[in-house]
């Protein structure tokens, strides 16, 4: 049983979280367990296209939150038809998380405005990891603002001096959390207890309006451990005066 109280804020999972390559599943059971914020899931470039075209035939009504995640891997070449096809998400309204290493153009990027958040890496990148890092990719897109990845910046500095930094140099661009624990092949786990320590201690920080989206990997588990990494998550971004530390 968790020692903490449950938070009021929006908190949600990513569609290829829940159900690898099949987004209708993840949000029809969402939808049956009340979760209020979704991030629609296109990781691999070939799950573009066809999630785009199925954005109309998508129950996304009851969600107070709704956000899009770019592919994660695309050549310089597919750059263009990426964006092209990201248009939709954008007339929607919708913020679209993407990795910088995939921003080959950066005034390619621009019209999406402050709809389009950059991702703080994990260690398998070479940009976009550390505090200067994403203060050069904020020169090129002024207008951009932050998805923050706790488990990353945990993963490169487990001094978590490193989420430190980011947090407070970028307090006013956080539009979105995303939240898990990595492995040392930087796959999505669930929450432990460590994790969610680690995390709370910034908690006070997090912006409170911004949505929390659950990374973990729980393809085919059971609803009890999907509504625990829930309360986990939740856990982890509410604000207290336990276990707060200065960095």
Request: hydrophobic fraction near 35%; include cysteine; aromatic fraction near 8%.
């Amino acid at each position: 049983m968790s020692a903490f109280r449950k938070s009021n804020r929006l908190t949600g999972f990513s569609t290829g979280a829940l159900e690898k390559g099949n987004y209708r599943k993840a949000i029809d059971w969402m939808g049956e367990h009340e979760v209020n914020t979704v991030e629609l899931s296109a990781l691999r470039f070939d799950e573009l296209e066809p999630l785009i075209k199925g954005l109309d035939g998508i129950h996304i009504e009851g969600f107070e939150s709704v956000s899009f995640h770019a592919p994660s891997r695309f050549c310089v070449e597919k750059e263009k038809r990426v964006i092209e096809l990201l248009q939709p998400v954008y007339e929607r309204g919708w913020n679209i998380v993407v990795h910088p290493d995939v921003i080959y153009h950066p005034d390619s990027w621009k019209h999406f405005g402050s709809q389009l958040l950059i991702e703080n890496m994990d260690r398998r990148k070479a940009t976009g990891r550390t505090t200067e890092e994403l203060k050069q990719w904020f020169e090129r897109l002024p207008e951009a603002r932050l998805c923050l990845d706790v488990a990353h910046a945990r993963q490169l500095d487990t001094s978590m001096r490193l989420l430190g930094s980011i947090v407070h140099t970028f307090a006013e661009r956080i539009a979105e959390i995303h939240i898990s624990e990595l492995d040392a092949h930087c796959r999505h786990h669930p929450l432990s207890s460590g994790s969610v320590e680690d995390y709370h201690s910034f908690a006070q920080f997090y912006p409170e309006n911004v949505p929390v989206i659950i990374e973990s990997m729980l393809d085919g588990a059971r609803s009890s451990l999907r509504e625990e990494e829930r309360h986990l998550a939740e856990d982890s971004v509410r604000a207290s005066k336990m276990f707060d530390k200065a960095y």
